[in-house]
């Protein structure tokens, strides 16, 4: 049958289809001994990851090595027992990689004979010749038993392999499991994790023990930005105080306006500095914090994926995390909730202050506009007296100068009186000396 042409698809359709199967649980099997590791700063680092695939395949004994593609990768082999000596035949080593978004995981699982939750971890090829070489920085290593059992010990028989520490744990899966943790290192750094399998199918088992795996893993993760908000807090707390300062002397009324105006310049500096640094604060732990609550969230989730039910004399995992996780969580969230609130408070003094500088400009501007204003009356009243003057001065050159010419024309018989002649052309020269130096005025206006 010919399958219809479809149109052009999208160029990330395939990648978003499978991000719902890109890391699907693993199916236990029913004894098994299990190595989970989850390694920080592993970005860029994926060729290393890759070699170290190929070599952890090839001294198992190997056929086909896989390759690493996408975000994850998984193969299961048989092990040689002429490459891993003491290995029983037909023992089943499996690994699976997984690349998340801050951190990369490892899985290792092997099969086990016994039952017994007791049985130390062992595994046939030496991990530790190999496992140093793995990129990043180790955030959570676990030593997890996995075991059939038909029923579940009393929490007095299982204490005893936590070496005495206050043991968490609680049946799982509707009680169709059980699993025990102390949450504390051992001397390797490693978490003990004993998962007992009692009615469940293989994947099942597998959605829950990799639920109680991301757990702790995201449990760590969240726990990351704890140390940086600790550290953060003294420097919250001195911007805070000089912010309570800044606020205290704004309020403080000053004497005269020149102090209040050089003092509010000041006080505008200095909540300067106090929003640079509280931005600056924001800025290097608003990822971190963001992270941890989405971490957080992701462990309740899982918490309720567990579908617990609680032991007596024991704490649950849901229990536990309320009691000892949730504080940690609240510290980070109230320091989240502090620099938001601090930042607030900055803006809102920086926007008063901003306000009454403002304000002391414009009323300096008026002050400086009426000055200008009464400045530009003197100088109009200069000029108009400068200007009468003038008129009178060059009048008084004019019939100078009119008196020259009677006096020649008195001379060659024209003219019989200069005295009277002068007088009858005084108010003239003085009209006409007015009338053009207001000509000669306004045409400059």
């Known amino acids: 049958m010919n399958q219809a042409r479809m149109p052009e698809a999208y160029p990330d359709r395939l990648r978003l289809n499978d991000e719902l199967h890109a890391r699907p649980p693993v199916a236990l099997w029913p004894n098994e001994h299990i190595l989970y590791l989850a390694l920080v700063n592993t970005s860029g680092k994926r060729l290393q990851e890759e070699v170290?695939?190929?070599?952890?395949?090839?001294s198992l004994g190997g056929d086909a090595c896989p390759t690493l593609q996408g975000n994850n990768i998984e193969f299961d082999v048989a092990v040689d027992p002429n490459v891993c000596q003491g290995a029983p035949e037909g023992l089943r080593f499996r690994v699976k990689y997984e690349?998340?978004?801050?951190?990369?995981?490892?899985?290792?699982?092997?099969?086990?004979?016994?039952?017994?939750?007791?049985?130390?971890?062992?595994?046939?090829?030496?991990?530790?010749?190999?496992?140093?070489?793995?990129?990043?920085?180790?955030?959570?290593?676990?030593?997890?038993?996995?075991?059939?059992?038909?029923?579940?010990?009393?929490?007095?028989?299982?204490?005893?392999?936590?070496?005495?520490?206050?043991?968490?744990?609680?049946?799982?899966?509707?009680?169709?499991?059980?699993?025990?943790?102390?949450?504390?290192?051992?001397?390797?750094g490693r978490t003990k994790m004993i998962f007992m399998n009692k009615a469940m199918g293989s994947r099942q088992a597998g959605r829950q023990l990799q639920a109680l795996v991301e757990i702790e893993t995201y449990r760590m993760m969240a726990l990351l930005s704890l140390p940086e908000v600790q550290e953060s807090f003294p420097i919250l707390a001195t911007q805070e105080q000089a912010l309570i300062d800044v606020s205290r002397q704004?309020?403080?009324?000053?004497?005269?306006?020149?102090?209040?105006?050089?003092?509010?310049?000041?006080?505008?500096?200095?909540?300067?500095?106090?929003?640079?640094?509280?931005?600056?604060?924001?800025?290097?732990?608003?990822?971190?914090?963001?992270?941890?609550?989405?971490?957080?969230?992701?462990?309740?989730?899982?918490?309720?994926?567990?579908?617990?039910t609680n032991l007596k004399g024991i704490q649950g995992f849901g229990e536990f995390m309320e009691r000892r996780l949730v504080?940690?969580?609240?510290?980070?969230?109230?320091?989240?909730?502090?620099?938001?609130?601090?930042?607030?408070?900055?803006?809102?003094?920086?926007?008063?202050?901003?306000?009454?500088?403002?304000?002391?400009?414009?009323?300096?501007?008026?002050?400086?506009?009426?000055?200008?204003?009464?400045?530009?009356?003197?100088?109009?009243?200069?000029q108009q007296a400068v200007e009468g003057l003038s008129i009178v001065a060059i009048s008084y050159y004019g019939i100078g100068l009119a008196s020259y010419v009677f006096k020649a024309m008195k001379t060659m018989g024209l003219?019989?009186?200069?005295?009277?002649?002068?007088?009858?052309?005084?108010?003239?020269?003085?009209?006409?000396?007015?009338?053009?130096?207001?000509?000669?005025r306004n045409s400059f206006q």
């Not at 170290?52 to 090839?58: A, P, T």
């Not at 920086?350 to 002050?367: F, G, K, M, P």
């Not at 000396?433 to 000509?439: D, E, F, I, N, Y």
Request: aromatic residues 6%; proline residues 3%.
């Open 415 to 440: 003219l019989h009186d200069v005295e009277l002649a002068t007088g009858v052309a005084t108010p003239l020269v003085l009209l006409a000396v007015a009338m053009l130096t207001r000509k000669i």
């Open 99 to 188: 690349r998340h978004g801050e951190f990369s995981s490892w899985w290792f699982f092997q099969q086990t004979a016994s039952n017994d939750p007791t049985e130390a971890a062992t595994f046939c090829c030496n991990l530790d010749q190999w496992l140093h070489r793995l990129p990043g920085q180790l955030l959570v290593a676990m030593n997890i038993r996995v075991c059939q059992t038909e029923h579940f010990p009393a929490v007095h028989e299982i204490a005893p392999c936590f070496s005495g520490n206050t043991v968490i744990g609680s049946l799982i899966a509707r009680e169709a499991g059980a699993a025990f943790t102390d949450f504390r290192f051992d001397p390797a």
């Open 327 to 382: 504080p940690a969580m609240k510290t980070c969230s109230a320091f989240s909730l502090r620099i938001r609130e601090t930042s607030h408070r900055v803006s809102r003094i920086s926007q008063l202050l901003q306000t009454r500088v403002e304000i002391a400009r414009e009323a300096q501007n008026s002050q400086l506009l009426a000055s200008m204003e009464k400045r530009s009356k003197h100088q109009l009243h200069l």
């Open 52 to 58: 170290i695939i190929r070599d952890l395949c090839d």
């Open 250 to 308: 704004l309020a403080t009324p000053t004497e005269d306006m020149v102090n209040e105006q050089s003092r509010d310049l000041e006080l505008q500096q200095r909540i300067s500095k106090i929003s640079s640094a509280i931005e600056a604060l924001s800025s290097s732990t608003q990822y971190r914090l963001s992270a941890s609550d989405a971490y957080f969230q992701l462990v309740q989730r899982r918490i309720g994926d567990l579908h617990e």
